[in-house]
């Protein structure tokens, strides 16, 4: 999930530079499609969910109102957190079974329409996969992810459309040349003409456990894959950011095949998800109890949850779940062995603490190591001065 701090920071973005520049072209153009996505993003992140701490009152961050705008950064940021919390687990297997991964970024000359520039990125990348190379394509790569971005260029003030995709491949090959030559030939078939292509850049990703460097290349590539895909700066002049959004409409930037097929759907799923479940697994990382309110608290500031502190993140509270994977490997597998270890425990803290166990030591990690394993053994929340 998105984290406190990021929240702020993508709704911050959100309210201070993208809903005024959609309020601007729409003043200046009165097309009623502008007017609506400035509604819709300003009302993003109008309310939070948190779950506060039914003894001591601390608070944190789950979720957030959703606007599901295409050009919202505040969704665009929990989409991606998602997008890559699928992907990583999955890339990082394939690398491990001494599997490739190469990270390509297609691009084509800058446009100065941006239905033209549409027209031929998603034209040369069907034909490239679908009819150029179609048997040679499936052959070389078990499943892959690709995403269109769109923005205007920083220096050239055009249409700057391109692809970034990740190719899943089971063994190692002159994909470089590969993959360049099979791009040139398709954008040039969608132009019709022989017209400079930039040559892609191909990176082959591979697991190296020794290099730092080379493990956080995958997450590195996945980010970039995944970004926040549609830019709204201060490049764009009205009447661009109109064209942007009429075509945009509807329009798939990311899409799934092979080994990631349906991943999408999932990222998707979870996105819409609004679960008060965390609930049932809640710790509170400041006093240990074990029950929690789920709340929706409106921005009373008018700030925009810039002025708002909270405790943390949900993602920070300890769960049961996490507790039991923790300390596995300290918990007997036979049932008559746990039960005594588990009162053997709870009767020693008695005797230290009294009924109602008041924990207090100077290291911090051991005083929450020391609560994790009461709650483990015993079951019944922990209170610390």
């Known amino acids: 999930m998105l984290k406190w701090e990021r929240f702020k920071k993508a709704n911050g973005i959100a309210k201070g530079t993208i809903v005024p520049a959609f ?3 729409y003043n200046e153009l009165e097309e009623e499609i502008l007017k609506k996505e400035a509604e819709k993003i300003d009302s993003c992140g109008y309310f939070i969910k948190v779950l506060e701490c039914e003894k001591c009152y601390a608070r944190y961050f789950r979720n957030f109102s959703k606007c599901k705008s295409k050009y919202c950064p505040t969704c665009a940021a929990l989409k991606g957190a998602i997008w890559c919390a699928k992907l990583y ?3 990082d297997k394939w690398l491990k079974e001494k599997k490739y991964v190469c990270f390509g970024t297609f691009t084509i000359p800058a446009q100065e329409s941006l239905a ?4 031929i990125i998603y034209g040369a990348w069907r034909y490239m996969t679908n009819k150029l190379v179609p048997g040679e394509w499936k052959e070389r790569f078990a499943g892959g992810v690709r995403s269109v971005e769109v923005k205007i260029g920083k220096y050239s003030g055009k249409w700057h459309v391109h692809i970034h995709a990740l190719l899943l491949r089971a063994k190692y090959g002159r994909d470089h040349h590969f993959l360049r ?5 398709a954008v040039r078939h969608i132009v019709g003409e022989e017209i400079e292509v930039n040559m892609p850049r191909i990176e082959s990703i591979r697991e190296n456990p020794k290099c730092l460097k080379e493990k956080n290349k995958i997450l590195s590539a996945i980010c970039e894959t995944i970004k926040y895909i549609t830019k709204i700066n201060h490049d764009m002049t009205s009447n661009q950011l109109l064209e942007c959004v009429k075509l945009m409409k509807g329009r798939r930037q990311i899409s799934c095949w092979g080994n ?4 999408s759907k999932k990222v998707e799923r979870e996105f819409d998800e609004d679960s008060d479940g965390a609930i049932e697994t809640f710790l509170c990382k400041a006093c240990g109890y074990t029950m929690a309110d789920y709340l929706e608290i409106y921005d009373s500031t008018g ?3 810039q002025e708002t502190n909270l405790t943390g993140d949900y993602s920070e509270v300890v769960t049961f779940q996490h507790i039991e994977e923790e300390f596995s490997d ?7 062995e746990y039960e005594q270890m588990r009162w053997t425990f709870y009767n020693g803290i008695q005797e230290a603490s009294g009924s109602n166990p008041l924990i207090s030591t100077t290291s911090k990690q051991n005083r929450t190591r020391f609560c994790l394993l009461f709650l483990l053994f015993s079951g019944q929340s922990v209170i610390m001065d």
Not at 181 to 185: L, R, V
Not at 260 to 263: A, M
């Open 181 to 185: 030559e099979a791009w040139i030939k």
């Open 260 to 263: 990631l097929y349906g991943i």
């Open 89 to 91: 687990p999955l890339l």
């Open 23 to 25: 309020r601007k072209a």
């Open 303 to 305: 700030k925009n949850w």
């Open 116 to 119: 033209k520039a549409l027209e």
């Open 330 to 336: 300290e918990k007997p597998e036979k049932d008559e």
